[in-house]
């Protein structure tokens, strides 16, 4: 699914285009603070000095801009993971790992509500969430396990890069997204903390050490 695959027309005006930003920014400092189920578009309005109509005349529900949401997250996950399949320089394993997992947390960081609470609903409700998405994903997934396989000599990795990737991918999704009340933020030093972990044990499991 994709922007116009809602019906989305990209506003013309640059008051309409701000307008449009501050409706993303505001669904994303809320979810910050509360699940996607229990943000109202009365609150969304408010904290994006916009009127409710407005809202519903760019989306039709709120799921509508839930994917409009994700759908700026994919974007930029497909752009850096595919960066990420066309480096082809002779880096080690241990760089290209850790690469893959500030990458990740960077992605989460940013998009933390939208990834969040389609996490959620995908826990919840799995047939609710579009299809094209989760073929996206798959891309995504795809193109950093190639980064991957590309710098740890083929063979030696085939059938536990991907096992490492997940791994990466749940321990990122508990680390940013899960383990504390909403609204409080991991440190940076914690980051870094968990980002130096989380490539060794990778680069061990991917190594078969």
């Known amino acids: 699914m994709s922007l116009a695959a809602l019906n989305f027309v990209e506003p013309q005006q640059q008051r309409s285009r701000d307008a449009l930003l501050r409706i993303y920014g505001a669904t994303n400092r809320l979810l910050d603070e509360a699940p996607f189920d229990r943000i109202t578009m009365a609150q969304i309005a408010g904290a994006a000095d916009v009127s409710v109509g407005s809202i519903y005349q760019r989306f039709g529900s709120k799921d509508d801009l839930l994917w409009a949401l994700y759908e700026i997250y994919l974007s930029e996950a497909e752009e850096h993971s595919a960066a990420l399949a066309k480096h082809h320089e002779p880096d080690p394993l241990s ?45 995504v997934y795809n193109n950093i396990i190639a980064f991957l396989q590309d710098g740890a000599a083929g063979k030696q990795v085939r059938g536990t890069v991907p096992f490492c990737f997940s791994m990466i991918m749940s321990a990122c999704r508990d680390h940013i997204l899960f383990n504390e009340p909403y609204g409080l933020d991991v440190s940076e030093n914690g980051d870094a903390v968990f980002i130096r972990t989380l490539s060794d044990a990778a680069n061990v499991l991917v190594k078969g050490e």
Do not use: M, N, W
């Open 95 to 139: 760089k290209r790992t850790e690469r893959v997992v500030a990458l990740v947390c960077a992605l989460f960081r940013t998009h933390r509500g939208t990834v969040r609470s389609l996490l959620i609903k995908y826990r919840q409700t799995p047939d609710a969430i579009p299809e094209a998405f989760l073929g996206r994903v798959d891309a």
